[in-house]
């Protein structure tokens, strides 16, 4: 109402109450004040409209004859159909809800000259305090309004689906009556299988997981004229502000959504690999529930076999490693009705985003691939061979563990005697000197489920290796072999001063000689003077300082008389 009005309305009601002025008589029509206009005004009241208020009825000398409030239930009905008084049906046109107004209405606008016996004498102008609670059509429909809505949103509901959603409810007037929030869990329910009032079916449809919306729902498609208990009274508008958390539908099964896959994916995860990755768990309303992130460890695992949720053992087939991937699992492939502790509700939809950082199989073999490979490579590497390598190893996902660049000088190994892991072993057989390769080795034949330092357990690693130089071995046993048959007089030989005894250096220079002259071999290794030490040491039996010839004996006669190792 304009300020005018206002004024105008006040000057009568001014007239009409100021005794110098004397009566000017009786009123043609309603007064109205409306003495408190609420500042959003969505829907005034209309003929044929039904309408539910409050009042407080009195006479001019301020005696009360009735009041909806000392009965403690509102009045409903329709307007401008004749089934109010005339005063109250042109009364209470144009009003908003939560609106206020003072009424006068005339007798013959009220009770007439017939008044109501023992209530309302006849000819008596009416007082009306009234207060609007409530208005619909029988022509209304629902009324959604999208408060807030994701930016994505790949699925909405649908009926026969299963929802999860907070709500607040209220009447129209903005009186409470329920909250989700209050009990601290959702409500869950179906949609469209009459387990809700029609309105909230109707009103859930189309709605994505983490959407907000005001939805207003009329008397017929709620709770009607029965109402509901002593919070919701008959023929009342609801107003349901909803935030849906989620949804799925009991025939839904894993949805996937690959958000990064390598280009060069050479193998695929199947059942029965062992699967190492990083993942965030979230509920479809984006709240984290657990990360493997948090604890800075992988989760470890065989797929396909029950070890896990039966929703992340079929989201992880076929996965690459480097993959990134969003596993969105319905509640009957998760925690089903009853969750998981306190962070995982019943019936909640779940999303994981995993990072595969590396899978194997418990029968992989070490995967062998050749870079670079010499033109004319006819020696290769076998056991017991002595080699010097370079080095590069890292986890499957590129993480850097150790370089033997970091090192003034190459890694040496004698090959077969159990000084590197089982699977760089392998992958240093058979190479040329000069000859580069990419291994693949599985924690079986690497470190294992308990990893070693730096190197995580389970781990799958990559080996970058050249092969720089090798050295032809000896067999097991032995520190020195002869290329053809030893000295038929090896004592006498060795003795080189004729005195009847070896000690150390005469042995060395003997056995340098035999080196040198192509006749034998050492056992390789970066320090042979140590090698030709515990030759000696081996055969100085009674550790004087000099070998007899009762002493000395070659490596083939002690392992006939199983005595010991030497030569």
């Known amino acids: 109402m304009a300020p005018g009005s206002l004024v105008l309305l006040l000057s009568v009601l001014g007239v009409l109450e100021d005794p110098a002025l004397g009566d000017p008589g009786p009123l043609e029509d309603v007064v109205i004040d409306r003495y408190y206009i609420p500042r959003v005004c969505l829907r005034e009241v209309q003929m044929g409209d039904f309408v539910r208020y409050h009042y ?79 208005i619909w059509n029988k022509n209304d429909k629902l009324q959604i309004t999208t408060l807030s809505k994701p930016e994505r949103c790949n699925r909405t509901v649908e009926n026969s689906d299963f929802v999860r959603y907070h709500y607040n ?65 008959p023929q009342a508008s609801l107003v349901f502000s909803v935030l849906l958390v989620d949804f799925h539908n009991p025939k839904d099964g894993v949805f996937l959504e690959h958000l990064e896959v390598p ?127 370079h080095y590069n190893c890292s986890l499957l996902d590129g993480t850097r563990l150790f370089s033997s660049h970091d090192y003034e000088k ?21 190479m040329c000197a000069g000859e580069r390769r990419v291994l693949i080795i599985p924690p079986h034949l690497g470190h294992g489920e308990s990893g070693a330092r730096g190197v995580p357990g389970s781990a799958v690693l990559r080996f970058e290796v050249e092969l720089i130089s090798m050295e032809e071995g000896v067999p097991e046993g032995y520190l020195f072999i002869w290329h053809g048959e030893p000295p038929a007089s090896l004592y006498e030989q060795m003795d080189l001063n004729k005195d009847g005894e070896i000690p150390a250096e005469e042995f060395s220079t003997f056995i340098k000689t035999q080196v040198a002259e192509g006749k034998g071999r050492l056992m390789p290794s970066s320090d042979p003077e140590k090698v030709i030490a515990d030759m000696f040491r081996n055969q100085d039996r009674n550790q004087d300082g000099k070998i007899t010839a009762e002493e000395l004996k070659l490596k083939s006669d002690e392992d006939q008389e199983k005595i010991h190792e030497e030569l």
């Open 56 to 134: 407080n009825g009195t006479f001019k000398d301020g005696k009360k004859f009735d009041s909806s409030y000392d009965r403690g239930a509102t009045v409903a009905g329709v307007v401008g159909v004749g089934r109010l008084i005339t005063g109250m049906d042109r009364g209470l046109q144009g009003m908003c809800v939560n609106e206020r107004r003072h009424l006068i209405v005339p007798p013959h606008l009220g009770y007439g000259s017939i008044g109501v016996a023992g209530l309302i004498p006849p000819d008596a102008t009416l007082y009306f305090d009234v207060v609007m609670l409530d």
């Open 169 to 233: 409810g209220t009447l129209l007037d903005g009186t409470p009556f329920d909250s989700s929030y209050s009990k601290g869990s959702t409500y869950d329910t179906y949609v469209g299988t009459g387990w809700l009032i029609k309105g909230m079916d109707q009103g859930l449809l189309g709605m994505c997981a983490g959407e907000k919306r005001s939805i207003i729902i009329p008397p017929f498609l709620a709770y009607g004229e029965k109402g509901y208990g002593t919070v919701i009274p």
């Open 410 to 430: 190459p890694q040496e190994v004698t090959l077969g005697t159990n000084k590197v892991i089982e699977g760089l072993n392998t992958g240093l057989l058979n």
């Open 263 to 389: 280009e060069s994916c050479k193998r695929r995860a199947v059942t029965g690999d062992f699967v190492r990755y990083h993942y965030n768990g979230t509920l479809m309303d984006g709240m984290l529930f657990d990360s493997s992130y948090s604890r800075n460890h992988t989760y470890n695992t065989y797929i396909g076999k029950g070890y896990i949720i039966p929703g992340m053992d079929q989201g992880l087939q076929g996965v690459c490693v480097g993959e990134r991937r969003r596993v969105v699992i319905p509640p009957h492939l998760g925690y089903g009705e009853n969750g998981a502790g306190d962070k995982i509700p019943g019936s909640a939809v779940l999303v994981f985003d995993v990072h595969i950082i590396d899978f194997h199989n418990p029968e992989d073999p070490v995967e062998i691939e050749t870079v670079y490979r010499p033109e004319g490579c006819n020696v290769t590497t076998h056991d017991r061979d002595f080699v010097r390598y």
